[in-house]
């Protein structure tokens, strides 16, 4: 069956550091990836999409990157802020779907 | 703009008695609408999905069911609730297109006693 893992549950960083979130997946041949944001208590919200014959996307200080013979997405937080603590989840779904399939989030805490 | 709607914030209701739960959308037609429970340290499990009125497609066998009776109006009910029931429930929407980014409402905590 598909799996979608995200590195670690937690990570903590010092302000000013690049955080790196990884997404990996088996068993699963994605069209395109999705990475949400989510505070406590709130619905996730969209950041940035990347498309399978897409290398890298970048939006202020995020970048992803997506790798399908690796079977990887990374997720790039620079300069980071305490306000960029929060939960981060990747989403996947096949060409033509509607539906995303999620990763469980990797709790991310920056150190002021 | 538009926004997503979905209530209550929070919600306590006892062993076998009924729910339902509300979502809207507003200013935009057509959406798809989804709606999805989320465990504690785990990731959105999709429970159902609508691509029009009346259209509902279900992922998970369940308690649950779910009715669309207008356009941007996504209901998720259940007759009689059970402990596992307990969660925080997503309701979403994205554009008619396929590959589009979803956006959620603020989500209804449940707890069943």
């Known amino acids: 069956s598909q799996k979608i893992e995200q590195n670690s549950e937690a990570l903590n960083i010092q302000e000013g550091k690049t955080a790196t979130l990884t997404c990996n997946y088996t068993?699963?041949?994605?069209?395109?990836l999705q990475w949400y944001r989510q505070d406590p208590g709130r619905g996730p919200v969209f950041l940035l999409l990347?498309?399978?014959?897409?290398k890298e996307k970048r939006k202020e200080r995020l970048k992803v990157t997506f790798d399908t013979t690796l079977k990887q997405s990374l997720f790039h937080i620079t300069a980071s802020q305490p306000a960029d603590s929060a939960t981060y989840l990747c989403?996947?779904?096949?060409?033509?779907?509607?539906?995303?399939?999620f990763g469980a989030g990797t709790t991310v805490t920056v150190r002021a | 703009s538009q926004t997503i709607h979905q209530w209550p914030a929070t919600l306590v209701q006892p062993v076998g008695s009924p729910l339902s739960l509300e979502c809207t959308v507003e200013?935009?037609?057509?959406?798809?609408l989804y709606w999805y429970r989320q465990a504690a340290g785990r990731g959105l499990q999709l429970l159902f999905y609508?691509?029009?009125?009346?259209?509902i497609s279900s992922e998970v066998p369940q308690n649950l069911s779910a009715s669309r009776p207008q356009d941007r109006q996504f209901i998720l009910s259940s007759k009689k609730l059970l402990l596992s029931d307990s969660g925080f429930y997503l309701c979403?929407?994205?554009?008619?297109?396929?590959?589009?980014?979803?956006?959620f409402g603020d989500g209804t905590r449940l707890s069943i006693l």
């Open positions: 979403a929407w994205s554009p008619s297109d396929s590959n589009q980014p979803q956006h």
């Open positions: 068993n699963y041949s994605p069209a395109y």
């Open positions: 990347i498309r399978e014959n897409e």
């Open positions: 989403a996947l779904a096949r060409a033509n779907d509607y539906k995303l399939s």
């Open positions: 200013g935009t037609s057509n959406p798809n």
């Open positions: 609508s691509v029009g009125i009346g259209q």
